[in-house]
């Protein structure tokens, strides 16, 4: 459909807005694990690299989205074994959701069993700075997992709207927003030992639901993302405790 009549027809706001909004909720995760990857840099750096990692992810959704005849066949089998068959896409969800658990599993023992290094004020005043995760590293692990998080992206889009100018609309507009919220999400996640190990263990169970679908058991994602809203409200609530306690024993 020519663009001019795509633009004056109502279903087409609907359309983007309902997927521009989906795009955002598909893009949570993508965020966590940018803001944990850029965690591990030098403080000054942090904000610099979020904002490389968020650009990186538009262009994966964008090459995805003009790619979308291989993206086609990656649903085509590729071998089967006991019975259980296996595409490209499986193949590539079951990577990406190995390597997530891996990292994820990996950081979390970094922040519980050695958190100064996670505490940018507390290593500049006990000494010199140990070596931190350099570019190259970044890039290569935001684009892998990008890549990951961006076909379930994708797909979800394409089985919505059957218009690239749509979707490529909506994945622009959601990392828009992703990019303002990234620098205030990233702060808080950084400043929080709590709710970063809180994040880390959302990204365990998302790196476990793309394992599972890669096997043909694909489980909603609302699940998850239910259960953290619930867990992260808990938390915040036990720090407003925390908070009002100390403010009282000061006063005390």
Same mark, same amino acid.
């Given at each position: 459909m020519p663009l001019g009549e795509l633009l004056v027809q109502p279903e087409t706001y609907v359309s983007l807005l309902t997927l521009t909004a989906l795009e955002i909720v598909l893009g949570i995760d993508n965020i966590v694990f940018i803001t944990i990857l850029?965690?591990?840099? &030098?403080?000054?750096?942090? !904000?610099?690299?979020?904002? @490389?990692? #968020? %650009? *990186?992810? &538009? &262009?994966?959704? &964008? %090459?995805?989205?003009?790619?979308?005849?291989? @993206?086609?066949?990656?649903?085509q089998t590729l071998f089967v074994v006991f019975g259980e068959d296996f595409s490209g896409k499986d193949i590539i969800l079951i990577g990406g959701g190995l390597f997530l658990m891996a990292k994820a599993a990996h950081e979390i023992y970094e922040n519980v069993e050695r958190p100064l290094e996670h505490q940018a004020h507390a290593i500049q005043k006990s000494g010199p700075v140990p070596p931190r995760m350099a570019w190259a590293s970044f890039i290569a692990q935001v684009v892998m997992l990008d *890549?990951?998080?961006?076909?379930d992206s994708v797909i979800t889009a394409v089985g919505m709207v059957n218009n690239i100018w749509i979707m490529s609309t909506a994945v622009i507009l959601a990392v828009i927003v992703m990019l303002i919220f990234a620098g205030p999400v990233g702060d808080f996640v950084q400043n929080h030992a709590s709710i970063r190990v809180l994040a880390l263990a959302f990204l365990v169970l998302i790196g476990l639901l793309l394992v599972a679908d890669g096997f043909g058991r694909h489980v909603p994602k609302g699940y998850i993302?239910?259960? =953290?809203?619930?867990?992260?409200? #808990? +938390?915040?609530?036990? =720090?407003? =405790? +925390?908070?009002?306690?100390?403010? @009282?024993? !000061?006063r005390g």
């Open positions: 850029a965690g591990a840099m &030098l403080e000054r750096k942090q !904000r610099r690299a979020r904002r @490389i990692g #968020i %650009a *990186v992810a &538009l &262009l994966s959704r &964008l %090459a995805l989205l003009f790619t979308l005849s291989w @993206i086609m066949r990656l649903h *890549v990951v998080f961006s076909l993302y239910f259960a =953290m809203a619930f867990s992260l409200s #808990i +938390q915040l609530l036990n =720090m407003r =405790m +925390q908070s009002r306690a100390q403010r @009282i024993a !000061r």
